[in-house]
């Protein structure tokens, strides 16, 4: 199986769990809006969530965990269609 491939399972696994991409991504948004008192979007979140998995690559090592982690959130930032 791809990186892709389970990036893409991993989506869906994490749907059935925590609820559809948009709405749990709109939640975090607004709690780390609150958090930070600056606005957050979806969007936001997604992209920094890659960062997230991207700073732990340069204090360790470049895993292909990560790189499904990376795609599953690159997916995330797709499924969403809005800029809310």
């Known amino acids: ?10 989506v869906e696994a994490r749907e059935k769990e925590y609820g559809h991409t948009c709405t749990n991504f709109k939640v ?29 690559s340069r204090t360790g090592t470049i895993t292909a965990d990560t790189l499904v982690d990376i795609a599953g959130y690159a997916r995330c930032l797709e499924m969403l269609d809005t800029e809310d």
């Not at 600056?38 to 732990?56: E, H, P, Y």
């Open 28 to 56: 975090i948004s607004s709690l780390w809006t609150a958090y930070l008192g600056v606005r957050l979007t979806s969007k936001d979140v997604g992209a920094m969530m890659i960062l997230l998995k991207i700073g732990r």
């Open 1 to 10: 199986m791809t990186i892709l491939e389970k990036a893409a399972q991993a």
